[in-house]
């Protein structure tokens, strides 16, 4: 089976850092490129940030880029997203989605309150 785990969420203080992770199995996850959706309670999904299949390109939303880092490694099909500097309105569901936005994992929380 196709499927996308994302791990790694919790409960952190503002300007903490927490790394989350996107396990992959299922298909070549070399042949696609990855993305990093954040959904904020009772807001809608907002990208934050992508990288390219091989692994070498990254890119990111404004919101983020300078705290967030996203890497993809290809050799043990995980996606991973470093986040430093975080802030309350980082709070919410991350989840990983596989190129066009075909796959989606079912998410992380990450809640970030004193």
């Known amino acids: 089976e196709v499927h996308l785990v994302e791990s790694g969420g919790g409960l952190v203080q503002p300007g903490g850092s927490l790394t989350l992770s996107c396990a992959a199995s299922g298909f070549s996850f070399y042949n696609y490129g990855m993305t990093w959706i954040h959904q904020a309670p009772g807001k809608g999904p907002e990208w934050i940030g992508a990288?390219?299949?091989?692994?070498?390109?990254?890119y990111y939303a404004d919101s983020v880029r300078g705290r967030f880092t996203l890497s993809k490694d290809n050799a043990k099909n995980t996606l991973t997203l470093q986040m430093n500097g975080l802030k309350v309105e980082d709070t919410g569901v991350y989840y990983c989605v596989r190129g066009y936005y075909d796959l989606w994992g079912r998410g992380t929380q990450v809640i970030v309150s004193t």
């Open positions: 990288v390219n299949m091989v692994g070498n390109t990254t």
